[in-house]
């Protein structure tokens, strides 16, 4: 039987990497196109041996005294089994792509996404808010590595550590080597005799706990807060991933939030309205006074600067628009009902002459293009 690891030049215990880069120097030196035929035959001696070498089961038999390549063996001369197509590209076109080496256990987790409440007043000048989740966190058991305290993890005896397997397929040009993830360890390359108890092997647990949240100024219903690395752990104990907290803001019983801009409606006394008053509004920002003058109409709008919602990335605020509604009474005593008739009679008001308000140009075409279908 020939001595192939003389023939590679490697001695008995090299890797498969010293293995595969002695095969490549002696095939570019031995290839017919380079020398010749007359080291044809020397060439397919190396290519015969790095087939066995570079196979862990054939490897495995040769060094038990069996040659997988002899007849009956289950492989023929020249290009025989083993010798897969990615090596040829790799040493005559430059190939430097080895085969997939093992899966890392530890792989990074998912993001993920939970939801907050937040007020109005919060939305409008930012704040820090507490919140319980609940996602995977590293096993403080097994630090993450999902052995049982006190163990290590074990080189697949299947691959050897390799985390795949080379097998070997008939087709129309030959025998075809093709690699698989190994089945006995998963594709890692290791396996774990004695799982931890707490996390089965996985290196994470689920676990709830409490972060802060800086919730900016202008945040509205809809905008997600970026939390780095605050998310799932992901296997074997992996990064996290993000952690994204999906706002939602809680309806106020006095402001209407649109945009950036607040609304609310101030109810006013027919008389304040006449005459024109002072009045203190209770704002987000306290006590504001609103300054309304004589003749003040119904739904006329005071807007005061600056005290609505911050800018979320421009800084700055919105506007406060205070809608006035106008009320007239529906209950009046005989004292009052004579006041207001002298007003009228004053006013020229006691028998007024109904007249229709000019419509707003366009009013009439658009209704008549609704009630049309257009």
């Known amino acids: 039987m020939a001595d192939y690891y003389e023939t590679l030049g490697v001695p008995r215990d090299a890797t498969s990497e010293q293995i595969k880069k002695a095969y490549r120097k002696l095939?570019?030196?031995?290839?017919?196109?380079?020398a010749g035929e007359a080291g044809e035959e020397r060439f397919k001696d190396v290519a015969r041996a790095y087939e066995v070498l570079s196979n862990p089961e054939k490897r495995q038999q040769?060094?038990?005294?069996?040659?997988?390549t002899a007849p009956g063996g289950g492989a023929g001369g020249g290009f025989g089994a083993g010798f897969g197509f990615q090596d040829i590209f790799e040493t005559?076109?430059?190939?430097?792509?080895?085969?997939?080496?093992?899966?890392?256990?530890?792989?990074?987790?998912?993001?993920a996404l939970v939801r907050m409440d937040v007020e109005l007043a919060e939305a409008v000048f930012g704040t820090k808010r507490e919140l319980q989740v609940d996602t995977a966190v590293v096993c403080s058991t097994c630090t993450g590595k999902g052995a049982r305290p006190g163990t290590e993890l074990r080189t697949c005896e299947v691959c050897h550590g390799r985390g795949h397997v080379q097998r070997v397929a008939r087709s129309f040009l030959g025998q075809v080597m093709t690699t698989a993830p190994c089945s006995a360890c998963g594709g890692y390359g290791t396996v774990i005799?004695?799982?931890?108890?707490?996390?089965a092997g996985e290196g994470r647990v689920r676990s709830r706990r409490t972060l802060t949240v800086n919730v900016p100024a202008g945040v509205d219903t809809g905008t997600r807060i970026k939390l780095t690395a605050q998310g799932e752990v992901g296997p074997g104990g992996g990064p996290a991933g993000d952690l994204y907290v999906e706002v939602r803001e809680k309806p106020h019983e006095t402001f209407v939030r649109r945009g950036d801009d607040l609304h609310c409606t101030l109810p006013v006394p027919m008389t304040a309205a006449a005459l024109g008053t002072v009045l203190d509004l209770e704002t987000l920002d306290g006590a504001q006074e609103i300054d309304l003058r004589p003749g003040t109409q119904p739904g006329q709008v005071v807007v005061l600067k600056g005290l609505g919602v911050g800018h979320l990335h421009t800084g700055g605020r919105g506007d406060l628009h205070v809608h006035v509604e106008v009320q007239v009474p529906s209950a009046l005593d005989d004292e009052q009902a004579a006041l207001l008739r002298q007003l009228a009679a004053l006013r020229g008001e006691e028998r007024p002459e109904p007249r229709l308000a000019a419509a707003h140009p366009g009013v009439f075409s658009r209704l008549r293009d609704k009630l049309s279908g257009r």
């Open 27 to 34: 095939a570019r030196e031995l290839h017919p196109d380079v």
């Open 62 to 68: 040769y060094d038990m005294g069996v040659d997988p």
């Open 92 to 111: 005559f076109f430059g190939g430097g792509q080895t085969a997939q080496g093992p899966v890392p256990r530890a792989r990074r987790g998912q993001d």
């Open 193 to 199: 005799p004695e799982p931890c108890p707490d996390c």
